[in-house]
């Protein structure tokens, strides 16, 4: 009998962690009990680990090929990063797509491969037509909501059409082992009796926001299943920056272009931009935080974060700064920029806020434009895991199927979502990928033979 067992890799994770006992999800019909033999129907039994994004998905489109689906959450309702998503209106996906703006470690063909494999399009209609949930699009920010704009009617929604197409929910249930024997897999649970499967997909999300529910539970089991992994990091995390001569303007909000550039990668953004009490958050900043922090945690030399505070490049700035009447240099830049900003430029640029355009020497204007136009911004940290808005790194997409998801060391092993190395940008991306790895894993588990 040939048995893989995560044993290792889990049992100590639990072991860490409170047991809770398993629970039926409120909404859902009260259901015969499951064991850990075959599914009585004859159907194949799929068993989904996680009820957020993916794991709903997944859990949907199995049950709509006809097997028998069971949905474990350890949290009380489920989808709990939904909720909190677009500021509680849950930016369910972008108004247009850019492949090229994802970020992983593994094959760049192999994420467009499986991105492409539920297309925007379709996606929307699913939302739309499948769950009735009418969408709304803000074009300036180039992002899809709920009309209602609340996010509470997407995780609803979602888990409401899973239960419709027969989906045994099973909230306040903790997973404490996944292995495999004789073809068949069996999750152990805290507190209950295990199920047996014909086939498991994991999608219970990375590290992010582990208030959440997203401990790594995905990233342990798949690690003691022998999986390759990338390094994991937080993605999509504000950046602190103590002391400093910006750290006076918390509250100061403006569009501007970041470029982060380390030794071995970089990345550049265009959008909001905000001070906080810490350092600076909005999603320009988010977009770009990742190389920042694979650079300190890499323990070189930190990234290097540079800003264009306005739209004006260095010709437009010195047809800005050229001498008109009496006006000074703190005017021009008033005309573009917050005053408390304007201040601390002039202060990092060595110019004297009173001094006239017609009195700035050549070497003054040289240093504001730089200033202005590539001027660095200091940083210490990071927020981490806590206010990340997903995980970078995790299982290598080589691990994977790119069509179905299925493990390539593990038959009947499906992974999707947060936990596979890829990421994209602020604007519904990682709830693109989200629907489409956890679509193709559900449809795969499904049809797996």
């Known amino acids: 009998m040939r048995r893989v067992a995560a044993a290792d890799g889990v ?26 033999a075959p599914s009585s129907a004859g159907r194949r039994r799929i068993v989904v680990i996680g009820a957020g994004a993916a794991g709903t998905m997944a859990a949907i489109f199995a049950a709509k090929a006809g097997a028998e689906t069971v949905l474990l959450e ?8 939904i909720l909190i998503s677009g500021g509680g209106r849950c930016n369910v996906l972008p108004m247009h797509l850019d492949e090229s703006r994802f970020v992983t470690d593994s094959s760049v063909n192999t994420l467009r491969r499986i991105v492409r494999s539920w297309p925007l399009a379709e996606q929307r209609l699913f939302f739309t037509k499948d769950l009735a949930i009418p969408l709304v699009d803000e074009a300036e920010a180039s992002k899809v909501f709920p009309a209602s704009h609340k996010a509470r009617d997407v995780r609803d929604g979602l888990l409401a059409y899973a239960t419709r197409h ?54 342990d089991v798949a690690r003691a299943l022998g999986h390759a992994m990338h390094p994991t990091y ?51 900043v988010l977009d770009i935080s990742h190389v920042l922090v694979r650079s300190r945690a890499r323990g070189g030399t930190p990234a290097i974060l540079t800003v264009r505070w306005t739209s004006l490049d260095d010709q437009q700035w010195t047809g800005a700064l050229a001498p008109h009447g009496a006006r000074t240099v703190t005017g021009a830049l008033r005309a573009e920029l917050p005053e408390r900003l304007v201040n601390v430029l002039l202060s990092v640029a060595g110019v004297d806020p009173a001094r006239s355009l017609a009195d700035l020497r050549r070497e003054e204007r040289l240093r504001l434009i730089d200033t202005l136009v590539r001027g660095v911004l200091p940083h210490t940290g990071d927020e981490g895991y806590k206010k990340a808005e997903v995980t970078g790194g995790g299982v290598s997409l080589a691990e994977i199927d790119s069509r179905t998801m299925e493990s390539r060391r593990h038959t009947g092993l499906f992974l999707c979502g947060e936990m596979l190395d890829a990421f994209g940008p602020i604007g519904g991306y990682n709830f693109l990928w989200a629907w489409a790895t956890g679509r193709a894993a559900g449809i795969g588990a499904a049809a797996q033979a």
């Open 11 to 36: 049992a100590g994770f639990t072991q860490r962690r409170r047991a809770r006992p398993s629970a039926i999800y409120h909404d859902a019909p009260t259901q015969p009990a499951l064991s850990a």
């Open 74 to 81: 350890r949290t009380k309702d489920g989808g709990r990063k």
């Open 166 to 219: 027969g989906v045994r929910l099973r909230m306040d249930t903790r997973v404490t082992d996944v292995s495999q024997a004789d073809g068949r897999w069996s999750v152990a649970l805290a507190g209950a009796d295990p199920i047996g499967a014909d086939a498991v997909v994991l999608a219970c999300g990375g590290l992010s926001v582990p208030n959440t529910g997203s401990e790594g539970t995905g990233l």
């Open 234 to 284: 937080a993605a999509l995390t504000p950046i602190l920056s103590k002391d400093g001569p910006y750290a006076a303007l918390a509250g100061i909000s403006l569009p501007v272009t970041l470029t982060a550039r380390a030794a071995e990668r970089s990345a550049t953004a265009s959008g909001g931009f905000l001070f906080t009490h810490g350092g600076y958050s909005g999603p320009a």
